[in-house]
């Protein structure tokens, strides 16, 4: 989803738009707690067939917050830069989530053909076939186009679905969508400028997947928190020296700023506590069936907890960078990718017991020792392919200058 490596760094080469080290632990947190919060609610529910926390829906809102601000944060950055183009963006783009992403859909292949030829397991046998496999690798699962072809016409030959067990990656196709609209939107003149009428083809095609998940599909409006989040990116990065002055300046004259900031926050949390409460225990007739957290009313409310902690972190200017921190924020992607097939073969071949303590514990070590190494092997090795690429394939002088993200 994010950069790993750098995604934080301060090394951006306009002036007054690093992030402090404060920041970066924050958010490096927030990473690394929400590809956990979605491993630990997977494990759950796998483990108790048709229950579930709905404390995994929770990390991928997190992620979507995080993504909206910083791939937006990171490209604006670069766009002051002298060369930066469409090009660029979508290599840096590509690169990013391909790269693990690919060798991550091979492994799902190989450990879902060991599950269906030696147990008698077959909860995503009818996912199992080249149609998805094909439509997952070109990031077309979910796809509104064969949605509408399945359930308007009665297409069901048409509907694209995620392959296999690899369940979680509607979310990873959504993103490369947003990614490519934003970007379309970022570098416009640029591209009108070549074809207006291709360019405008081209922007209908491509924000298809995150104009429909703005009001319908999986995630209720998780698209709109993503532009929500890239709208912060732009207004921080714009007025982040003034803000960052005058909330200095106000924090000098007493206490009463820092006080009204901190109720503030909290404030914020008691009323996203109280609308989970709300629509997961009360709204539905008084049915306490699970925790439900796509719900856009909630979204802004922790959007909205996102950008005041931001902006009031980035008054702290001391501080290090936590190296744990940011390890786990950096195999996160790679966890995120391969834990749902990997907990899926555990409970196939009954390693996975959710009366056993000890193999829930075996089972979340195991996925993110798994995690690491697809990192170790592919994910961190995607700015060196990346770099590889630009200077055999590229005009001399043609690479993306500035932080990666």
Known sequence: MLQAKTLWSTEVGVPGSSLTNVQCNYLDALRGGAAQLVLIGHIYSISHPGKTWGIGDLGVIVFFILSGFLISYSALVKLDTNGYSFQHFLRDRFFRIFVPYLPALLLVVGIDTLVYRYTNATNYLEYYSL??????????????????????????????????????????????????????????????????????????????????????????????????????????????????????????????????????????????????????????????????????????????????????????????????????????????????????????????????????IFAYALSNLLAICLYFLFERHYKGLQTYYESRFTKRGDVSKGTEQ
């Open 131 to 360: 149609k998805d496999f094909v439509a997952t690798l070109l990031m077309l699962q979910q796809h509104p186009v064969g949605l509408f072809a399945d359930q308007l016409l009665g297409l069901e030959e048409l509907k694209l679905s995620t392959f296999s067990s690899a369940r979680p990656w509607w979310t990873v196709a959504n993103e490369w969508w947003l990614y490519l609209t934003f970007g379309a939107v970022l570098f416009s003149r640029e591209l009108s400028g070549k074809s207006f009428p291709l360019f405008i083809t081209l922007l209908a095609a491509i924000s298809l997947v995150p104009l429909f998940n703005s009001v319908a599909g999986t995630g209720q409006g998780l698209s709109l928190i993503w532009f929500l989040m890239a709208l912060f990116a732009w207004a921080y990065l714009s007025w982040k020296s003034t803000l960052q002055r005058w909330l200095t300046e106000s924090l000098r004259c007493g206490p009463r700023l820092k006080w009204i900031l901190l109720t503030s926050g909290g404030l914020l949390l008691g009323l996203s506590i109280a609308r989970v409460v709300w629509i997961s225990f009360i709204e539905d007739d008084f049915r306490f069936v699970r925790l439900n957290f796509f719900d856009f009313n909630f979204y802004v409310l922790l959007a909205a907890f996102f950008i005041m902690t931001m902006i009031f972190l980035g008054n702290k200017k001391t501080g290090r960078r936590h190296s744990m921190l940011r390890f786990i924020a950096e195999y996160s992607y790679s966890l995120y990718l391969i834990h749902y097939t990997l907990i899926s073969a555990l409970y196939a071949f009954e390693l996975l017991d959710a009366d056993s303590p000890m193999s829930l």
